[in-house]
């Protein structure tokens, strides 16, 4: 398994580098996205959606598991694979996984699962697993700071911009479908690569 990490300071780095990403995609990739309540798996996820050119509106599902997010034919990327988002966070096991039936979208997408780690390594033979870290000493989780928890509110259309902060993205490519990728060509200003384990 071999690590890179990034640096990102903004949702819109963050986007962008995940963008970047959706160049190096083909159908059939599995990606697993991690990291605490609000670090940016979603936004992440938005940037990976546009890079891969299917249709918008990827949003936190709160009661939806997965959503199928199509290709767009006049888009930047047509004949592409779709987008399958999947938020895990209530599914306890990787039984519940099963039930919605992700490998059929499989091989025919990039499919990529918020809170997927122990739950859906054991759909492909390789992976790449996000990590998305507030960078330490800027979690502000001070008094009156409220977490984002995804759950919406009067605040829900605060997300671009005022509330920018450091993120580190540690990305591990696991399996044969990542030997000879070089990721860092993301993000090639802040890129590092952490060496082979
Ligand atoms: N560098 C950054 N990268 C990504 N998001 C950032 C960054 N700085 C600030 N943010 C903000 O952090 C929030 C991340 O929310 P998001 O819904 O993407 O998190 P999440 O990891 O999907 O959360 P959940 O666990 O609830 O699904 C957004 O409001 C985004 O604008
Ligand atoms: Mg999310």
Redesign the pocket.
């Known amino acids: 398994m071999r690590t890179w990490e990034f640096a990102?300071?903004?949702?819109?780095?963050?986007?962008e580098l995940a963008g970047q990403l959706a160049q190096l995609l083909r159908a059939g990739d599995l990606i697993i996205?991690s990291?605490?309540?609000?670090?940016?798996?979603?936004?992440?996820?938005?940037g990976l959606g546009r890079g891969l050119g299917v249709r918008e509106g990827i949003i936190?599902p709160t009661f939806v598991l997965v959503r199928i997010h199509p290709n767009l034919p006049d888009g930047p990327n047509p004949g592409g694979p779709d987008l399958v988002h999947v938020?895990a966070?209530r599914l306890s096991s990787s039984g519940e996984i099963d039930d919605i039936d992700l490998e059929n979208t499989l091989d025919s997408s990039v499919t990529v699962v918020?809170?997927g780690v122990d739950r859906v390594e054991h759909l492909a033979e390789s992976r790449l697993d996000i990590e998305?870290l507030r960078a330490s000493g800027s979690a502000s989780a001070g008094p009156g700071h409220d977490p984002?928890?995804?759950?919406g509110g009067d605040s829900s259309f605060?997300?671009?911009?005022d509330?920018?902060?450091?993120?580190t993205?540690r990305l591990s490519a696991c399996g044969p479908r990542w030997h000879g990728v070089d990721f860092a060509v993301l993000g090639q200003t802040a890129s590092q690569e952490k060496g082979t384990t």
């Open positions: 990102t300071g903004t949702a819109a780095q963050t986007q996205l990291g605490g309540l609000g670090a940016g798996k979603t936004t992440f996820t938005q936190s938020d966070y918020e809170w998305l984002v928890d995804g759950t605060d997300v671009e911009g509330d920018d902060e450091p993120r993205l």
